[in-house]
């Protein structure tokens, strides 16, 4: 099926992308498209303005400002995942972005992209949620910032207002003592998750949990921080029992959805469980700067 017919604006800059923006008629964003082309062809969504962001200069970049990664909106994913600096900086980053789809869909997805896609079932917004990142806006109200966990408003719904883009992404850089570990439980590799887990751990020198971040992704109508487990984990000496504790709470107070061409709820509820315990148990042997 072909997608509807559609305007399309190549923009120099996002201050000529923001101008095409404020185009009375439904406006989108276009940088990889990997997800709002097959959707198009599919006429889920039939934008009449395309805006091309991908030869803005200032949005192909990325750079390390005090311990946060900046990824600019136009930025690849497949170019985050083979560059070495980023591999040093962020491994988790790395990790993460190799668990998505396939090499062809990361040489032109973009991870600002996935972000404002908002896609429950994707790894990166459940990365970002998980690390206490920020996505950087830009529109008729001028710049601001967004934090992760004001960022997902609902399946594939993002907090932008009208006339707003997504300009860039800031991801904290885990810290040498911070272990780290992603999972997900999928059909078949390259498939979206069913279920999956993100989790950061931070021990002190006495080994007990001075930080941690869990959250989860294809379990409900967005991604979610699992504040049951973190409750369960902090200030604890980490041990198979804690571990246990943590996972079986994961999904306190989550409205775990379902269905029966996927998967039901119960199976997402014991696959997310599952995930935390084994992310969680990844984490804290690798935390103080070993590999997951």
Known sequence: MRSAAFDYVRAGSVAEALVALADDRETRV????QSLVPMMALRLARPEV????????????????ESV????????DAVLERDPDIRAAHPLLVRTLSL??????RARGTLCGSLAHADPAAELPALLLATDGEVEVDGPGGPRRVPAAEFFDGPFTAALDDGEMVVAARLPVPGPAVGWAVDEIARRPGDFALAGAVCTVELDSSGRCSGVGVALFGVSSTPVRSRGAEEVLMGQQVDEAVLDAAAAASLDGVDVLGDEVHAPAAYR????RA??????????RSAGGGTA
């Not at 990664?69 to 690849?76: E, F, S, T, W």
């Not at 509820?269 to 997310?272: I, K, L, N, S, T």
Request: glycine content about 8%.
């Open 69 to 76: 990664l900046r990824i600019g909106a136009a930025v690849p």
């Open 275 to 284: 995930l935390v315990r084994r992310t969680l148990a990844a984490a804290v």
């Open 30 to 33: 276009l940088a990889g498209g």
């Open 269 to 272: 509820r014991d696959a997310g």
């Open 100 to 105: 998505i789809a396939h090499e062809e869909i």
């Open 50 to 65: 395309l805006v091309d962001i991908t030869r803005c200069p200032e949005l192909q970049s990325c750079s390390l400002e």
